[in-house]
């Protein structure tokens, strides 16, 4: 009696840890992120950005002011470091040339995956794209869009490495993107239009750990994330209820046997 109970119960135990990870796993990244955006280089820019995820599906909004009036601004996810910004000022302007040029801010962020431009392509090749970049009327910015994110990007949201960063600062006061310093990525481009104006790591927001069914984002409610951790607990609910079942009736054998 007691082989037939036990291997049926590690059996329904086993399968029940697959259900809870596979659930866990398939929505790793789901849910809603936000990030507060912190001047970097002087530029006294702040804002805010939103993320909602949905498989590979990214609803974004960011919202900014203190930018260059007028001017495009070169926005993007960075990923692949370790999930944090610059600080303000010229700490790590590393060649001494007055500003933390992208290479210099990128031990802190990490590379571009994903292109955050209003039409178009979406990926690291467009982190240039300065005609497809939103433009700062009034020197506030305000950009709104549903597209896919590659697997690298989704796997940056899920270790808490993916961070917000919006270029172009207008370091002299002139009004336009000038200077004698060149752009270390396009030497036809002055530092200031791609230098790195306002950065913000990309945090899981309270929207997206909400119980009870979960919060509407706007592209998808967290309530399937929680369905899905709740049919792997309820099925080790379940082995266990079996397990306990098997002692019992055991206990119950042994007694009518003596």
């Known amino acids: 009696m007691r082989k037939a109970f036990a291997l049926p119960t590690v059996a329904l135990a086993a399968a029940a840890f697959p259900l809870l990870t596979a659930g866990t796993a398939l929505a790793d990244h789901d849910g809603s992120y ?13 804002g805010t950005g939103v993320v909602t995820l949905a498989g590979d599906q990214a609803t ?46 990128a031990k802190y962020y990490g590379a571009i995956g ?6 178009g392509d979406t990926g690291p090749d467009s982190g240039l794209a300065v005609d497809r970049f939103p433009t700062a009327e009034g020197g506030s910015l305000s950009y709104e869009r549903t597209f896919a994110i590659t697997e690298d990007v989704q796997e940056a949201f899920a270790k808490g490495t993916a961070v917000l960063v919006v270029h172009g600062v207008d370091k002299d006061g002139s ?3 000038d200077g004698d310093v060149m752009s270390e990525l396009d030497e036809s481009l002055p530092m200031e239009a791609t230098a790195p ?50 002692v019992a009736y055991r206990r119950r054998q042994a007694t009518d046997q003596a």
């Open 34 to 46: 936000q990030a507060t955006l912190s001047a970097v280089n002087e530029s006294g820019v702040s």
């Open 60 to 105: 974004v909004t960011v919202n900014a002011s203190g930018l260059l009036a007028g001017s495009p601004h070169a926005q993007h996810f960075h990923i692949g470091a370790q999930g944090t910004c610059p600080a303000d000022g010229l700490a790590d302007d590393a060649d001494g040339d007055g500003f933390v040029s992208v290479t210099e801010a």
């Open 114 to 119: 994903t292109s955050l431009t209003t039409e």
């Open 175 to 177: 009004g336009a993107y």
């Open 197 to 246: 104006a306002a950065c913000g790591p990309l945090t899981v927001s309270q929207m997206g750990t909400m119980p009870a069914g979960g919060a509407d984002t706007g592209a998808g409610a967290t309530s399937g994330v929680e369905h899905q951790a709740a049919i792997g607990v309820g099925a080790l609910a379940a082995a266990g209820a079996v397990a306990a079942g098997a």
